[in-house]
């Protein structure tokens, strides 16, 4: 028997398990062996498995806010590795995605894979599986950077298997003593040293302490995208000055607390603009 192998379709594995009635008989021409056929025999058993060609793909993206979810605006990141690796674990075809951060394997036989997505130097994974869009979360496992298994079907193109990376960032600047009391940062006008400033996450729990050197330099640095808030002990003998009070990079932020208002800092960000001024 020879059978016709239609446009976009291969030959299945002729022959596979010991089940006649359920394998396929053609070789990757079409054609089966010879089959003798006695007197009054059916053979009913003469079958062609026949698939379409699979893909796998999508997208590395620069998370610019960590939550692990592809947000309007955030860019694909360029020059990332990428590797498919079949059931044994082994890698069976590397791809480098392009200028909008979109990679692809195609022409893949049907069954199980895995994708492994390098980590370009400077960057972090954001967390996988988060809400419940997978077409728009991280697959990478923050860990070695592997999805899990994904078992492709014939013709199946499963554009979903994303990886979400980020930048750390940082928050610093100046604790200085406005002399003139005036909210803004005028030449001459020292820095404060030895004072103590703390981090504080969204939930306004301390996660850093810094001290001012000897020129009222501080700063908190390998800061995931998130929102944190800026509190400056106030040193004895010193009354907080206005804050505000014009350009912010040489301004006052806090309040008469000591503490700034919320600063969202996205992936790669260095904000160097915030400040505390005093006055005596």
């Given at each position: 028997?020879?059978?016709?192998?239609?446009?976009?379709y291969?030959?299945?594995?002729?022959?596979a398990?010991?089940?006649d009635?359920?394998?396929?008989?053609?070789?990757?021409?079409?054609?089966?062996?010879?089959?003798?056929?006695?007197?009054g025999?059916?053979?009913?058993?003469?079958?062609?498995?026949?698939?379409?060609?699979?893909?796998?793909?999508?997208l590395?993206?620069?998370?610019?806010?960590?939550?692990?979810?592809q947000?309007?605006?955030e860019?694909?990141?360029?020059?990332?590795?990428?590797?498919?690796?079949n059931?044994g674990?082994s890698?069976?075809?590397?791809d480098?995605?392009?200028?909008?951060?979109?990679?692809?394997f195609t022409?893949?036989?049907?069954?199980n894979?895995t994708?492994?997505?390098a980590?370009?130097t400077?960057?972090?994974r954001?967390?996988?599986?988060?809400?419940?869009?997978?077409?728009?979360?991280?697959?990478?496992?923050?860990?070695n950077g592997?999805?899990?298994?994904?078992?492709?079907?014939?013709?199946?193109s499963?554009?979903t298997v994303?990886?979400g990376?980020?930048?750390?960032?940082?928050?610093?600047d100046?604790?200085?003593?406005?002399k003139?009391?005036?909210g803004k940062?005028?030449?001459?006008?020292?820095?404060?040293s030895?004072?103590?400033?703390?981090?504080l996450?969204?939930?306004?729990?301390?996660i850093?302490?810094d001290?001012?050197d000897?020129?009222?330099?501080?700063?908190?640095?390998?800061l995931?995208?998130?929102?944190?808030?800026?509190?400056?002990?106030?040193?004895g003998?010193?009354?907080?000055t206005?804050?505000?009070?014009?350009?912010?990079s040489?301004d006052?932020?806090?309040n008469?607390?000591?503490m700034?208002?919320?600063?969202?800092?996205?992936?790669?960000?260095?904000?160097?603009?915030v400040?505390?001024?005093?006055?005596?």
């Amino acid at each position: 028997v020879m059978v016709n192998v239609p446009g976009g379709y291969s030959t299945s594995p002729s022959n596979a398990g010991g089940d006649d009635t359920k394998d396929s008989d053609i070789n990757s021409g079409g054609m089966t062996s010879t089959i003798p056929l006695t007197s009054g025999e059916n053979n009913s058993t003469v079958d062609a498995g026949l698939y379409k060609l699979a893909e796998l793909g999508d997208l590395v993206w620069e998370d610019t806010n960590a939550n692990g979810v592809q947000d309007g605006g955030e860019p694909g990141v360029a020059g990332v590795t990428v590797r498919l690796l079949n059931a044994g674990g082994s890698t069976i075809a590397t791809d480098v995605t392009d200028g909008g951060g979109n990679y692809l394997f195609t022409n893949l036989v049907p069954g199980n894979y895995t994708v492994e997505f390098a980590l370009p130097t400077g960057y972090v994974r954001t967390p996988a599986n988060q809400g419940s869009d997978d077409a728009a979360d991280s697959d990478a496992n923050t860990g070695n950077g592997r999805t899990g298994t994904y078992t492709l079907e014939s013709g199946e193109s499963d554009l979903t298997v994303d990886a979400g990376i980020y930048r750390n960032g940082s928050i610093s600047d100046f604790v200085w003593e406005d002399k003139n009391a005036n909210g803004k940062q005028d030449g001459g006008e020292p820095g404060i040293s030895g004072v103590t400033v703390k981090l504080l996450n969204a939930a306004g729990t301390t996660i850093a302490t810094d001290i001012t050197d000897g020129s009222g330099i501080y700063s908190f640095n390998n800061l995931a995208p998130g929102t944190y808030t800026v509190m400056v002990n106030l040193p004895g003998g010193y009354t907080p000055t206005t804050p505000n009070s014009g350009d912010d990079s040489s301004d006052s932020d806090i309040n008469t607390g000591g503490m700034t208002g919320p600063i969202v800092l996205t992936s790669g960000e260095n904000n160097s603009t915030v400040d505390a001024g005093f006055y005596r």
